[in-house]
T-cell receptor, first 112, second 117 residues
């Protein structure tokens, strides 16, 4: 079982739609969580960190459910420019440090 | 803003050549990473470094080596390039090495598209 799993999609949605992505993690020592966005043939860019109480940045809302070990990303009022791959990222503690695990990503296509 | 700069966006080399990929970050980050990304396989960690002259193997170190002589610079070396090393190579950096810094994200360079002919 992968340490971080995402639905690869693709998700095809019309402009203005609300779309949600889930990401599950298997290691209970996971402590920090992030969503990255990656455009085609570009580098991943940090979209937002995910905090325990949930957090919002404009049209984007991130949630964390430690009991069920998943995080989610909600995009409201989708724009054409939201089309990208969204990567779920988890930092996992181990003695002396931590390691970063990237999910394989979920592809989103927003259509006019 | 964090700036991670990779020396080349596109690179074409021949089988058997020794290839150097350079990465520089300007934020005094302790951690630096080299990944490769291939369609359907996601990001795979090759090597990382948490301090000058320190290096740790990632998930796929075979065929690669690294060098970190200065804090801001992390080099990836393909000792004898092979066609299966054709890929997108991404360098990243992040702040801090112990658990206090586990909430710090990684920041990526633009990537180098390497083709081995």
């Amino acid at each position: 079982r992968k340490e971080v799993e995402q639905d690869p999609g693709p998700f095809n949605v019309p402009e203005g739609a609300t779309v949600a992505f889930n990401c599950t993690y298997s290691n209970s020592a996971s402590q920090s969580f992030f969503w990255y966005r990656q455009d085609c043939r570009k580098e991943p860019k940090l979209l937002m960190s995910v905090y325990s109480s949930g957090n919002e940045d404009g049209r984007f809302t991130a949630q964390l459910n430690r009991a069920s070990q998943y995080i989610s990303l909600l995009i409201r009022d989708s724009k054409l420019s939201d089309s990208a791959t969204y990567l779920c990222v988890v930092n996992i503690y181990y003695t002396g440090g931590f390691k970063t695990i990237f999910g394989a990503g979920t592809r989103l296509f927003v259509k006019a | 803003d964090v700036k991670v700069t990779q020396s080349s966006r596109y690179l074409v080399k021949r089988t058997g050549e020794k290839v150097f990929l350079e990465c520089v970050q300007d934020m005094d980050h302790e951690n630096m990473f080299w990944y490769r990304q291939d369609p359907g396989l996601g990001l795979r960690l090759i090597y990382f470094s948490y301090d000058v002259k320190m290096k740790e193997k990632g998930d796929i170190p075979e065929g690669y080596s690294v060098s970190r002589e200065k804090k801001e610079r992390f080099s990836l070396i393909l000792e004898s390039a092979s066609t299966n090393q054709t890929s997108m190579y991404l360098c990243a950096s992040s702040l801090g090495t112990d658990n206090l810094y586990s909430n710090q994200p990684q920041h990526f360079g633009d990537g180098t598209r390497l083709s081995i002919l």
